[in-house]
């Protein structure tokens, strides 16, 4: 067992005083602006108090922390005009439970002071668009009186906790959900978390986050040793937080539906025969974002770390996190995530070095998991006795109009729960056994008939906003998927192949739609262009390749159709992606060349 010991690289960021860090250069601005925010306040509140329609960089910056991006429509730009401003909103909420009223409050916000939407994140959250500079601590503070929170949903920072969405009782459910409650209590940022509630809802501690006593004996450990950022204040993260976004998925074996080896941390949890947690296999260094034509950033899936004893596991994950904060590259943001480290400097420097300063406890080889399989929980199921939830398939997660009226009418009357998946659908939750009918009416009267039958292509596919509302997009994506999904069946149901295809899409490569995993995504490159990737695996545990640069959105059905009609010709129960992988690089490139 190893000893820790303080990292020096991270006295200076505790310290807090100076514009150097350890080796007497000077912070690069997004370190510095952190630093400078007297742990994520400033220049934020004094901005919420002006009548500008929008924040300075500074103060946007920090906004991120607490959840929201300053964006402005697109679509509505105009020459020589300002631009129109307005704020994208995120819950945190692990495991993507939203109670009733929280929903509730959520879709009157959206209605007043909203875009009149809400979208299920591919992080199983909420987000909110079109909300003012103005109204946005009447927003945030509602949120937050509704027990909701949007602190660290965006920012330097770990980011929303997934874990398997269906409120199963039985086997490793209850554990994985209960871990990644905690995970996300252990990892709350303790001083931004003052700042939050003062900015949002006049420094109210009372909705302070509750950790449970397990939580709170490990956050005090976060003073000790390496773990301890050297900073009394943000124990865990010091002043500068983390050099980027950080994020954690728990699952159970065999239940792929988080996305795991795309996470920083992945967790795949063992139990009793009671339902104890017994122990977790332990996966890092996963991550999907990349810039085009920088071939230096790349996306990567994680990598077995080890098994490790249930009452180690928070304080692994900890140890984990300020590993990262100390050794990841904060001179190049798009270098920052915690993959390239992984990828520099390999897996085991990376052991090692935790075992060594930052972690006590035992890592073991991993255990063995069942084949993992993207469950998505749609239809009907049962999750105890007497109890009922339901999966219902929103495209691109997208709530609005009448359908959104008629879903919140019945999540009120029947003071549903609500659970969001990583696929962007939605499960209605604790459903008692009388109810199901009435509840299976009102959802025929929203269109909803076979809600475990969606077409077989909107299935599992999903995009991220992009345009308008995103300032990064290159292209369409969230606009454009449900067209995209249909000339793709029509081609399908022209060349009589009868499999489905895991299909993403997204604006630009930063890939908030995870597209780098799935059997054939679209990743905008140009105006009206994409990337096109092919050759992940339907149960997502390998990585697609790029294998057109720049494909006319027009011309994609010309260019995949000689490949269709081979996988077609190979026939059996291939997937595309295992068809493309089979092929080889350079009979696909000939294939769509062709
Ligand atoms: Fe915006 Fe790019 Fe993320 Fe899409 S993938 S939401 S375009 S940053």
């Given at each position: 067992?190893?000893?820790?010991?303080?990292?020096?690289?991270?006295?200076?960021?505790?310290?807090?005083?100076?514009?150097?860090?350890?080796?007497?250069?000077?912070?690069?601005?997004?370190?510095?602006?952190?630093?400078?925010?007297?742990?994520?306040?400033?220049?934020?509140?004094?901005?919420?108090?002006?009548?500008?329609?929008?924040?300075?960089?500074?103060?946007?910056?920090?906004?991120?922390?607490?959840?929201?991006?300053?964006?402005?429509?697109?679509?509505?730009?105009?020459?020589?005009?300002?631009?129109?401003?307005?704020?994208?909103?995120?819950?945190?909420?692990?495991?993507?439970?939203?109670?009733?009223?929280?929903?509730?409050?959520?879709?009157?916000?959206?209605?007043?002071?909203?875009?009149?939407?809400?979208?299920?994140?591919?992080?199983?959250?909420?987000?909110?668009?079109?909300?003012?500079?103005?109204?946005?601590?009447?927003?945030?503070?509602?949120?937050?009186?509704?027990?909701?929170?949007?602190?660290?949903?965006?920012?330097?920072?770990?980011?929303?906790?997934?874990?398997?969405?269906?409120?199963?009782?039985?086997?490793?459910?209850?554990?994985?959900?209960?871990?990644?409650?905690e995970i996300a209590d252990l990892l709350s940022p303790e001083s931004a978390e003052g700042s939050y509630l003062d900015l949002w809802v006049d420094g109210d501690l009372s909705y302070r986050i509750k950790a449970g006593r397990k939580v709170n004996a490990v956050r005090k450990r976060q003073f000790e040793g390496a773990v301890f950022s050297g900073d009394q204040q943000e124990p865990l993260y010091g002043d500068t937080y983390?050099?980027?976004?950080?994020?954690?998925?728990?699952?159970?074996?065999?239940?792929?539906?988080?996305?795991?080896?795309?996470?920083?941390?992945?967790?795949?949890?063992?139990?009793?025969?009671?339902?104890?947690?017994?122990?977790?296999?332990?996966?890092?260094?996963?991550?999907?974002?990349?810039?085009?034509?920088?071939?230096?950033?790349?996306?990567?899936?994680?990598?077995?770390?080890?098994?490790?004893?249930?009452?180690?596991?928070?304080?692994?994950?900890?140890?984990?996190?300020?590993?990262?904060?100390?050794?990841?590259?904060?001179?190049?943001?798009?270098?920052?995530?915690?993959?390239?480290?992984?990828?520099?400097?390999?897996?085991?420097?990376?052991?090692?070095?935790?075992?060594?300063?930052?972690?006590?406890?035992?890592?073991?080889?991993?255990?063995?998991?069942?084949?993992?399989?993207?469950?998505?929980?749609?239809?009907?199921?049962?999750?105890?006795?007497?109890?009922?939830?339901?999966?219902?398939?929103?495209?691109?997660?997208?709530?609005?109009?009448?359908?959104?009226?008629?879903?919140?009418?019945?999540?009120?009357?029947?003071?549903?729960?609500?659970?969001?998946?990583?696929?962007?659908?939605?499960?209605?939750?604790?459903?008692?056994?009388?109810?199901?009918?009435?509840?299976?009416?009102?959802?025929?009267?929203?269109?909803?008939?076979?809600?475990?039958?969606?077409?077989?292509?909107?299935?599992?596919?999903?995009?991220?906003?992009?345009?308008?509302?995103?300032?990064?997009?290159?292209?369409?994506?969230?606009?454009?998927?449900?067209?995209?999904?249909?000339?793709?069946?029509?081609?399908?149901?022209?060349?009589?192949?009868?499999?489905?295809?895991?299909?993403?899409?997204?604006?630009?490569?930063?890939?908030?739609?995870?597209?780098?995993?799935?059997?054939?995504?679209?990743?905008?490159?140009?105006?009206?262009?994409?990337?096109?990737?092919?050759?992940?695996?339907?149960?997502?545990?390998?990585?697609?390749?790029?294998?057109?640069?720049?494909?006319?959105?027009?011309?994609?059905?010309?260019?995949?159709?000689?490949?269709?009609?081979?996988?077609?010709?190979?026939?059996?129960?291939?997937?595309?992606?295992?068809?493309?992988?089979?092929?080889?690089?350079?009979?696909?490139?000939?294939?769509?060349?062709?």
């Amino acid at each position: 067992m190893s000893q820790p010991s303080v990292d020096a690289t991270k006295s200076s960021q505790g310290a807090g005083s100076g514009k150097l860090d350890m080796e007497g250069i000077p912070l690069p601005k997004a370190e510095q602006r952190k630093r400078d925010s007297l742990f994520l306040k400033e220049p934020l509140l004094t901005e919420l108090g002006n009548d500008l329609p929008n924040f300075s960089e500074d103060a946007l910056q920090i906004l991120k922390f607490h959840g929201s991006y300053q964006q402005d429509d697109r679509d509505k730009r105009e020459k020589g005009k300002d631009k129109q401003w307005q704020m994208m909103l995120r819950l945190r909420s692990p495991g993507g439970r939203i109670p009733t009223a929280l929903f509730l409050a959520m879709n009157d916000l959206a209605d007043r002071l909203g875009d009149g939407t809400l979208r299920a994140t591919t992080r199983q959250a909420f987000q909110m668009h079109g909300v003012p500079k103005a109204d946005l601590k009447e927003v945030i503070g509602t949120i937050v009186r509704n027990l909701g929170s949007t602190l660290a949903a965006c920012g330097d920072i770990n980011r929303n906790v997934m874990a398997p969405a269906a409120p199963f009782d039985k086997g490793g459910y209850p554990a994985a959900r209960q871990l990644a409650d905690e995970i996300a209590d252990l990892l709350s940022p303790e001083s931004a978390e003052g700042s939050y509630l003062d900015l949002w809802v006049d420094g109210d501690l009372s909705y302070r986050i509750k950790a449970g006593r397990k939580v709170n004996a490990v956050r005090k450990r976060q003073f000790e040793g390496a773990v301890f950022s050297g900073d009394q204040q943000e124990p865990l993260y010091g002043d500068t937080y983390l050099p980027r976004k950080f994020k954690v998925a728990v699952t159970v074996p065999g239940d792929n539906s988080v996305d795991l080896l795309t996470q920083d941390i992945g967790l795949v949890v063992f139990t009793d025969s009671n339902g104890g947690l017994r122990g977790c296999n332990v996966y890092v260094g996963g991550g999907m974002g990349r810039t085009h034509n920088k071939e230096e950033t790349f996306a990567r899936i994680a990598e077995p770390l080890g098994y490790v004893a249930a009452d180690q596991v928070l304080d692994l994950v900890q140890s984990i996190l300020a590993l990262q904060r100390d050794h990841g590259d904060r001179r190049l943001r798009r270098h920052a995530r915690m993959k390239y480290l992984l990828h520099d400097r390999g897996i085991q420097w990376f052991r090692q070095e935790l075992m060594r300063a930052y972690f006590s406890g035992d890592l073991k080889p991993l255990r063995s998991e069942p084949k993992p399989k993207l469950n998505d929980y749609l239809g009907w199921h049962r999750h105890r006795a007497g109890m009922w939830f339901v999966g219902i398939p929103l495209l691109c997660g997208r709530l609005e109009g009448a359908f959104k009226q008629g879903l919140s009418k019945i999540v009120e009357t029947y003071q549903l729960e609500i659970r969001l998946t990583p696929n962007q659908d939605l499960l209605l939750c604790n459903i008692g056994t009388p109810q199901r009918a009435s509840i299976r009416t009102a959802l025929e009267e929203l269109g909803i008939n076979t809600p475990d039958m969606p077409a077989p292509l909107a299935r599992h596919a999903i995009a991220c906003p992009a345009l308008p509302t995103c300032g990064l997009a290159i292209t369409e994506s969230e606009r454009t998927l449900p067209s995209v999904l249909e000339r793709l069946d029509s081609q399908l149901q022209r060349l009589e192949i009868d499999k489905p295809v895991l299909i993403r899409m997204t604006g630009c490569p930063n890939g908030c739609a995870r597209p780098y995993m799935a059997e054939l995504a679209l990743v905008g490159s140009g105006v009206n262009q994409y990337q096109l990737w092919l050759g992940g695996s339907a149960n997502l545990q390998r990585l697609a390749k790029p294998y057109i640069q720049k494909l006319p959105l027009d011309q994609l059905e010309a260019a995949i159709e000689p490949l269709l009609l081979s996988w077609k010709e190979a026939g059996g129960r291939r997937t595309l992606g295992d068809h493309v992988q089979k092929l080889g690089d350079q009979a696909v490139s000939e294939l769509l060349n062709a």
